[in-house]
């Protein structure tokens, strides 16, 4: 049996994982066609029928600390880790940018450097933060990066910490997280609507929603594609290096806001929407920058897995996301 160790279980990816793994089946949450034909004839594909996910918080695995790290690697002895632990507070780590940068950028590096050390594979989740935004496309996997704001900086750092000591890591960027699971901008766009009669939302920051659980989908399929890529009798093809993952179509924060009150209201989590008032970014200042175009390219992920097995509709994910909250206790 392959194992799969996950970081930050308490998270919002962790929980998505969680989900797949454990509501939907690991198995049934494969996406794409196996890596060759051999791997299928050989009936090693897919290797999720064979995997066991290990899912670990901050309280069980400390990824700023080396030693937390070994033990763990060593106990549990997976063959893939994704890392899905992170520092997410975009604002705050503006005023406690040593915290983000141990988080972001120094753990992940010695995540991978104890991985490689043990010849166990990673998949690592970084952001559409590490661009300016000032692009007039969505951004390539290969494009330049240039963050403008602390937590932006932190993940990239963590990215180049992650392929210096691990070449043959996978990282997947993402953008604009949400579900039923944690704090995100879904859940607290229901809250605001239930205490507010009015409320606005700027227009101007365009990128894509994704759902974690879409996410998560993703991440294991990577995952299992290491493995397979592993086995020493396998002709798959290593998928290392940068992927972009982002929900479709690109939106802005006001457009994505209309939905998810839209679809609220017909689903009966609120009566009526709050009005909504469309403002630019300098109307709403923060203390971290944000790209005001974020959208992302996602033609290796396309290549890899095949466009029509990849889910990200973010319009689908936003209803699976309200249904999950009004069935919940």
Known sequence: MKRILVTGAQGQLGQA???CDTKVGHSSGYLGAPPSAQSQAEEHWPPTQKTRLMLQSRHELDITQPDSIAQTLETLQPAVVINAAA????????SEPHIAHLLNGLAPGLLAQA???RGIAMVHVSTDYVFDGLASLPYAEDAATAPISVYGQSKL???LAVFSALPSAVVLRTSRVFSQFGTNFLK??????RERHELSIVIDQIGGPSYAPHIAQVLLTLADRLIAANRSDSQADTPAGVYHFAGQPNVSWYGFAQEIFSQAIKLGLL???PALTAI???QYPTPAQRPAQSG???SRLNTLLGVENIERNWHEGIEKSLLALKAAP
């Open 271 to 273: 009566s009526h929407a």
């Open 157 to 159: 750092e963590g990215e």
């Open 188 to 193: 607290t766009m229901l809250r605001l609507g």
């Open 87 to 94: 520092y997410t507070a975009v604002d705050q780590a503006e």
């Open 115 to 117: 991985c490689a050390e």
């Open 296 to 298: 992302l390219q996602q």
């Open 17 to 19: 994982l969680a989900y």
């Open 280 to 282: 630019s970014t300098k």
